[in-house]
């Protein structure tokens, strides 16, 4: 059974950073894609980022730059360090796994997962 624990999430003032933490079990995590999503309130499921197995990653357009996944450990434990945060990025923010290989061009394609977390808030002020 997969399970992914994401924590992290919080509350800081605009310009701030967080780093969101995905604690992934239950699985060969070298077989597995990974990527963060985000949903505010009445608003779609947006991409945020995501990493195959062999450290590829992709982002979306409106975060490059700012929300990276750090490479260290990301095999173990998927990080997101967001940095200079702003208001309309407040939302619950998702981990997924899905079975590797996936196109770089496909890693924010939410079909391509099949697990997720159960999220962690985050709230960006003004």
């Known amino acids: 059974q997969v399970q992914l624990v994401e924590s992290g999430g919080g509350s800081v003032q605009v310009g701030g950073s967080l780093r969101l933490s995905c604690a992934a079990s239950?699985?060969?995590?070298?077989?597995?894609?990974m990527g963060w999503y985000r949903q505010g309130l009445g608003k779609e499921r947006e991409g945020v980022a995501g990493?195959?197995?062999?450290?590829?990653?992709r982002y979306a357009d409106s975060v490059k730059f700012r929300l990276t996944i750090p490479q260290e450990n990301f095999k173990t434990t998927l990080f997101l360090q967001m940095n200079s945060l702003k208001p309309h990025e407040t939302a619950m923010y998702y981990c997924?796994?899905?079975?590797?290989?996936?196109?770089?061009?496909?890693?924010?394609?939410?079909?391509?997962?099949?697990?997720w977390g159960q999220g962690t808030q985050v709230t960006v002020s003004s």
């Open positions: 997924a796994a899905g079975p590797c290989p996936v196109p770089r061009s496909l890693l924010l394609d939410w079909k391509q997962y099949n697990y």
């Open positions: 239950g699985y060969i995590y070298s077989s597995y894609c």
């Open positions: 990493i195959d197995n062999a450290g590829i990653t």
